[in-house]
């Protein structure tokens, strides 16, 4: 059996959860494994019929008055009485800041090791293998996993797509009720700089400007794009660093993870740093004066030329194809 791990917050789905039940299924259908998803919640959680339609054997809401918000201690807790009590042979996470807080401490408990941010899972001989990428994005490194399972894998946003986990079950929804010692802190509500801060991860669509925007005024150019496409306005770490953008735009290792549907680079050079953050995106478009910039050696459509004259002619299309 494979557990998979379903993120929410009061009941609103994470949706890179949907990520995790796709690659689950992908290592189940390998593997000849059923899958089942596990809900931390403090009462019969109002998720668990939607994710019973998925592909999957059950689902297990654990149950407690501690799991309504998140603490590690809690969280931990659950996850290893669960384990015990279902034996199974993967436990299988997307790469979420909450993940990475209490992931490792169960798998500590169960004298395990955590295969994270993974970008892809093969057979090799009958042997899972993960791949993640190390060094910033410049090397894969494949990671087997040997010992007594279960086997821990969280994978990096993108890897797999929420919208290719495969629907059609019936899953039996099943409560679980967990034994969790007092918790020894107590969370605060979670830090928000501004009302106005956007969630990329979210976004389908995504337009990202670098240096070759120029000067903060050209923006607008930038963001008439995004308003024809409905799309989010994103940057590279220059632009936010020059407070031309609130650091909450930012994509890259020192930014946001995204995997939208489409992403636009506009006078975006490619730095490993920027590539790492927006890499898994479904389809790639790139404008660049530069033939040789990096972008797109991973872009899978390229202008090669000045986006102040690219710009005004893609919106004009876009808006003559919405008419």
């Keep these: 059996m494979i557990l998979v791990f379903i993120e929410h917050k009061n009941c609103a789905l994470n949706r890179a959860s949907l990520e995790a039940i796709a690659a689950a299924q992908n290592i189940a259908k390998d593997l000849g494994l059923k899958v089942s998803a596990v809900i931390p919640c403090d009462k019969d959680c109002s998720l668990a019929p939607e994710i019973a339609a998925y592909d999957i054997e059950k689902v297990i809401v654990a149950k407690n008055e501690n799991l309504g918000i998140y603490t590690p201690d809690a969280y931990a807790d659950a996850w290893t009485q669960i384990i015990n009590e279902t034996n199974p042979q993967f436990v299988v996470m997307a790469h979420t800041y909450q993940v990475r ?71 039996q929804i099943e409560t679980m009720n967990i034994e969790i010692g007092k918790p020894r802190m107590k969370p605060e509500e979670p830090f928000q700089e501004a009302k106005a801060s956007v969630d990329l991860s979210k976004s389908e669509i995504i337009v990202a400007i670098g240096r070759g925007i120029k000067s903060q005024e050209n923006i607008a150019k930038a963001q008439e794009l995004a308003d024809a496409l409905g799309a989010d ?18 994509i890259g290792s020192s930014g946001q993870t995204v995997a939208p549907k489409v992403y636009i680079a506009l006078g975006i050079s490619g730095a490993i740093q920027h590539i790492v953050g927006m890499k898994n995106a479904g389809t790639i478009v790139a404008i660049n004066k530069d033939a040789e910039a990096p972008i797109f050696d991973i872009a899978d459509y390229g202008i090669v030329g000045d986006l102040f004259e690219a710009l005004p002619v893609m919106v004009e299309e876009i808006k003559k194809a919405k008419s």
């Design 233 to 250: 306005l994103a940057a590279s770490r220059p632009i936010c660093d020059a407070e031309w953008l609130p650091i909450d735009r930012q």
């Design 101 to 171: 807080d209490f992931a490792p401490k169960v798998a500590a408990r169960l004298s395990r090791e955590v295969v994270g941010d993974c970008i892809r899972y093969q057979n090799n001989g009958g042997k899972p293998v993960f791949t993640r990428r190390i060094f910033l994005g410049k090397l894969d490194a494949d990671v087997s996993v040997e010992g007594d399972a279960p086997y821990f894998a969280t994978f990096q946003s993108g890897a797999y797509r929420g919208d290719n986990a495969v629907k059609g079950g019936n899953a």
